[in-house]
């Protein structure tokens, strides 16, 4: 026979993991967003933000995190722009890309606000809303393609993006930006051997 106390404790250890348990799974479940899944923490990868990391990052700000919808779509759009910045792509202004953020997330509101519904309408915009959420997040200026300041790796770099998939990585505009810097310095040292040489001429 096993003493009473000795009964008790086991009981009470069994009843916490018990309890632990439903907490852990209560969370993990608070966690998976609607249509998304798992929420973003961070922007990683080497392709450009897709409409599913934008949109969870900001959620994960918004909702996690407790931040109003303005700081949560400020935050999400400075770290977008790191990605752009390093792909060498004008983005358009901040502000705009706010906006536009903002109305994914209200999107996303409604179509959760009406997830109990099983309408043909309600079925298919939930349908089109998860085929675009690989796509890109797309906020580049809307002169980026015809910009004489942007190189035309960038230019095609933006195009593969914007296919379905973003087709390319960042790997690629690393070395291309390699490749720019080795030209400017190059052109550099042209320049001021060519200034050295007109200098010489000179005396």
């Not at 000795?6 to 348990?21: D, G, P």
Request: glycine letters at 4%; aromatic letters at 6%; one cysteine or more.
């Amino acid at each position: 026979m096993i003493p009473n106390r000795l009964t008790n404790a086991i009981l009470y250890f069994v009843q916490i993991q018990l309890k632990m348990s439903s907490v852990a799974k209560a969370t993990r479940a608070q966690t998976k967003l609607y249509l998304l899944g798992d929420s973003v923490t961070e922007l990683r990868g080497g392709k450009l933000p897709s409409l599913r990391m934008a949109l969870g990052f900001f959620l994960h700000h918004h909702l996690e995190l407790k931040e109003t919808i303005r700081q949560s779509s400020a935050v999400t759009i400075t770290e977008i722009a790191k990605c752009w910045q390093k792909a060498t792509i004008p983005m358009r202004d901040h502000q705009n890309c706010q906006t536009k953020l903002e109305q994914t997330f209200e999107e996303w509101r409604l179509l959760k606000k009406n997830k109990a519904r099983t309408s043909p309408t309600q079925l298919a915009r939930e349908s089109d809303f998860v085929s675009r959420l690989e796509d890109l997040f797309d906020v580049a200026h809307a002169d980026a393609l015809t910009k004489t300041s942007v190189l035309q790796e960038d230019k095609d770099f933006l195009l593969a993006q914007r296919e379905k998939g973003r087709r390319g990585s960042m790997a690629g505009v690393d070395e291309t930006l390699a490749t720019k810097k080795k030209r400017a310095s190059k052109r550099e040292e042209e320049m001021l051997a060519r200034r050295q040489r007109m200098e010489q001429i000179k005396k």
